[in-house]
């Protein structure tokens, strides 16, 4: 079974902190995905990676960055945390033909910036 | 961008009841997908599908690709049932593509 592994399930950081969410999959996918979700909004994709080093923005990336060193590690950084993304941060990975597989989602980091 | 529409945004059921939850999209699409997330946050893909119906369990998916229309049945529904269910669509060109809709709040109640 697909085991997609997100490092902190509860998060509190002050404004302006650098902050690193972490997301590992154990099924060698190449698709690797944060999202946050917001309530009344769903899920939005931040950025997401095809390949290591690889990295492309979503539909909402300021403020936010990626890095995918690794195949089975995709960080998200928050380099200046601010209030306004509190929120809850789902990362998935898939396989590469993605049109035809599902996603896995990890378990979700609650972040609040206060 | 493809739109998503599901309905109802919340619904309270008694236990064994059948529950349909209706999820429509704009754009024509590749694949549509049934994600559920229970209170805690963790989402689980449900269904993927592109065609006709699907069945797994008491859970039953369909789709009419010329309606664009897709529909999420359970039947006997129980307590366990009761999450977020999420209805996404891949309009074509890869898992970025996904549009996901608002969700459906489902509550059972024994």
């Known amino acids: 079974d697909v085991k997609v592994t997100q490092s902190s399930r509860y998060l509190v950081k002050r404004t302006g902190e650098k902050v690193f969410l972490e997301c590992v999959q154990d099924m060698d996918h190449e698709n690797m995905f944060w999202y946050r979700q917001d309530p009344g909004l769903g899920l939005r994709l931040i950025y997401f990676s095809y390949d290591v080093k690889m990295k492309e923005k979503g539909d909402i990336p300021e403020g936010y960055s990626v890095s995918r060193e690794k195949k089975e590690r995709f960080s998200l950084i928050l380099e200046s945390a601010s209030t306004n993304q509190t929120s809850m941060y789902l990362c998935?990975?898939?396989?590469?033909?993605?049109?035809?597989?599902?996603?896995?989602f990890g378990n979700g980091t609650r972040l609040t910036v206060t | 961008k493809n739109e998503v529409e599901q309905s109802p945004q919340n619904l309270t059921a008694q236990e064994g009841e059948f529950i349909t939850i209706n999820c429509s999209y704009s754009v024509g699409i590749s694949a549509l997908h049934w994600l559920q997330q229970h209170p805690g946050g963790g989402i689980v893909s449900l269904f993927m599908l592109s065609s006709g119906k699907k069945k797994h369990g008491r859970l039953i998916a369909t789709i009419n690709i010329q309606e664009k229309h897709s529909s999420l049945h359970i039947t006997a529904s129980h307590p366990r049932d009761s999450a977020v269910y999420i209805c996404a669509v891949n309009s074509g060109g890869g898992a970025d593509g996904l549009t996901f809709g608002k969700g459906t709040h489902l509550i059972i109640q024994p």
């Open positions: 998935a990975s898939s396989p590469i033909r993605a049109d035809y597989s599902p996603l896995h």
